[in-house]
């Protein structure tokens, strides 16, 4: 099977292609394309353990991209499509790249699978397509209503999705997971940031009074599901991934700071973030019912996350003059 990985030398699309090319994958994979366009989250040191494997091919560009994405779909069997501005704070400054890359780029690639005769298109998502919930839990039939820019172009390439499978009848899925952690994800995002920052003596950053809830997913478990959904999943279907763990952020910072041998003195209140969302919860018992189950429990894969990025600071120390 010949895969093209969209955004593959991201956080989870570089998790991903080591999976797909290490042996762990359930995909039987003889040809991996990786497309990326390599703006600032992209890195191609995130594929560094497999840069010389004979079965993957690299090529830097844009989903949105009208010339090249038909060519290289042309004889792929499957899409699997991480490329996506993804950092809520960003889309609040200047949603137009997240409009550009996750709505238009979205269209862009499924125009070209249905041209090319893509067996299978997998759109990788967010449960904050899903806006926030005071109790229980979202199914995939809960209703879209995203409070952040980022969210609501998510939202827009799912719905865009969802009309290629019912109008063309392409062969699509779509995956909503929850916040993920593990290694190589740039330092911008909490675990990173609040990691590499202590690791330099500075102060982190909490919101608010701290208590938003986030449930927590490990990249190799986010990526186990997201095999699950390519190989067995129903055409045309939404699967919720999630990890099993809600934690406030105040619990999680406290979770972190102990793990790095610092204390709530390391720790700043900042106003809130606009809109931000009190509470997300998925329920995944649909991927369940086809196999699913978190494997990396949390205080373990946590500590394993900051462990890689206390072992890696030639890895993130150039990142972080550029992550906010």
């Given at each position: 099977m010949h895969v093209l990985?969209?955004?593959?030398?991201?956080?989870?699309?570089?998790?991903?292609?080591?999976?797909?090319?290490?042996?762990?994958?359930?995909?039987?994979?003889?040809?991996?394309?990786?497309?990326?366009?390599?703006?600032y989250a992209g890195n191609t040191a995130n594929l560094d353990p497999v840069l010389g494997h004979p079965a993957?091919?690299?090529v830097q560009g844009d989903i949105g991209d009208p010339d090249l994405v038909p060519e290289l779909l042309t004889g792929v069997?499957?899409?699997?499509?991480?490329?996506?501005?993804?950092?809520?704070?960003?889309?609040?400054?200047?949603?137009?790249?997240?409009?550009?890359?996750?709505?238009?780029?979205?269209?862009?690639?499924?125009?070209?699978?249905?041209?090319?005769?893509?067996?299978?298109?997998?759109?990788v998502s967010t449960d904050e397509v899903y806006g926030s919930i005071e109790s229980g839990s979202w199914t995939e039939e809960w209703p879209l209503t995203p409070n952040s820019p980022y969210a609501a172009a998510k939202a827009g390439a799912d719905l865009l999705?969802?009309?290629?499978?019912?109008?063309?009848?392409?062969?699509?899925?779509?995956?909503?997971?929850?916040?993920?952690?593990?290694?190589?994800q740039y330092p911008e995002k909490l675990v990173p940031h609040f990691v590499t920052t202590l690791a330099r003596g500075g102060t982190v950053p909490l919101y608010g009074d701290g208590l938003n809830v986030r449930?927590?997913?490990?990249?190799?478990?986010?990526?186990?599901g997201i095999d699950l959904v390519l190989t067995e999943g129903a055409p045309g279907e939404v699967y919720n991934i999630g990890g099993g763990t809600e934690l406030t952020n105040h619990q999680l910072t406290g979770l972190i700071l102990e793990a790095c041998g610092a204390d709530w003195s390391s720790?700043?209140?900042?106003?809130?973030?606009?809109?931000?969302?009190?509470?997300?919860?998925?329920?995944?018992?649909?991927l369940r019912a086809l196999g699913y189950r978190p494997q990396v429990?949390?205080?373990?894969?946590?500590?394993?996350?900051?462990?890689?990025?206390?072992?890696?600071?030639a890895w993130w120390e150039p990142l972080t003059t550029t992550a906010a």
């Open positions: 990985v969209t955004g593959g030398a991201g956080f989870i699309g570089s998790n991903y292609v080591r999976r797909l090319l290490n042996g762990r994958s359930d995909v039987n994979a003889d040809k991996v394309t990786v497309l990326d366009k390599l703006t993957l091919r690299f069997d499957a899409v699997v499509n991480f490329a996506a501005e993804t950092h809520v704070d960003r889309s609040i400054q200047n949603s137009a790249e997240f409009v550009t890359t996750n709505v238009l780029g979205t269209q862009n690639l499924l125009q070209a699978a249905l041209h090319t005769g893509v067996g299978r298109f997998l759109h999705v969802r009309s290629y499978a019912r109008t063309h009848g392409l062969n699509v899925g779509i995956t909503r997971c929850s916040n993920n952690y593990g290694p190589y449930d927590w997913l490990h990249v190799d478990d986010h990526c186990r720790v700043r209140r900042v106003p809130d973030r606009k809109g931000h969302d009190r509470r997300y919860s998925l329920d995944d018992s649909k429990e949390f205080a373990r894969g946590l500590a394993a996350t900051i462990a890689w990025y206390r072992e890696n600071p």
